[in-house]
Every structure is written in C-alpha cells, then in structure tokens.
C-alpha cells in the first residue's frame, strides 16, 4: 500500500464547493492508500478560509476536526527544515511549497497532490507532482 499527500488547495476546494473539481477530488480520497496532510496545510487552509470569509469559524474549525480525522498528520520537524533547504534549492519551490514536498519526502510518498505545482515532475525519484484536475 502507497501513501499520497494532499495540499491545502484541494481541502478548500472539498470544504467549499460541488463542483466538478470536488467530485474529482473525492475520487483521489476514496483509496486504500494512505493520505496524509500537515499542520502546515491545515494552518493554510484555515488562513485562506478566514481571509476569503469562505467559510464561518465554526465550519472552518469542523472541517480542521474532520481532516485530522481522516488524514495522518505529518510532523515538521527540524529535520523537516533542514531538508527543505536544499529541496527549496534544487526544485526552486517556494519555502512552504518546499516544506510540503519536504514532508511528504519523509512520509514516504510517492503522490503529491496540488495544483500550484508542475504537473508530473518527479522529485527526488520517489514523489510525482501530480494536478488531479488535468
């Protein structure tokens, strides 16, 4: 069995709308592998819903319970920082793009989903980017 993670974008849009994009992502969801996510992208998600009001505090704070339920959670560590240093320079990420693949790098995963990243591109021969929407 494989493990995947999951970035923020993906858990606003599954908060948020019933679109297409929603059902895809449930489809991404609906496995026997292991998803995990971090505080980090739990941190994101929470930042964007307050500041696009898209969700009230209570909802916001539901869905934080409900995917720390479902997802394992990965710990940034200082280990995790230090290792992104040298991802950050080498795939030319941004610092918190670098800390979730960082993460996902620990957390032996060999999907990462997002859409604010280079579809299909492989990170250190073990992590595929991967866009669920293309």
Excluded: G
Aim: aromatic share 14%.
């Amino acid at each position: 069995m494989s493990s995947f993670f999951v970035d923020s974008n993906l858990l606003i849009y599954l908060a948020t709308t019933d679109t297409d994009k929603t059902a895809r992502i449930k489809t991404v969801l609906n496995t026997d592998n292991t998803a995990f996510i971090s505080v980090q992208v739990l941190n994101e998600f929470t930042a964007v819903c307050f500041k696009k009001k898209l969700l009230t505090p209570e909802q916001i704070e539901k869905y934080v319970l409900e995917y720390k339920l479902y997802f394992e959670t990965a710990d940034v560590t200082f280990a995790t920082v230090s290792l992104c240093f040298a991802i950050k320079e080498k795939y030319k990420y941004s610092w918190y793009d670098s800390l979730i693949i960082t993460a996902a790098l620990q957390n032996n995963c060999t999907n990462l989903y997002t859409e604010d990243m280079q579809h299909n591109q492989i990170i250190e021969n073990t992590l595929t980017i991967i866009n669920p929407f293309i």
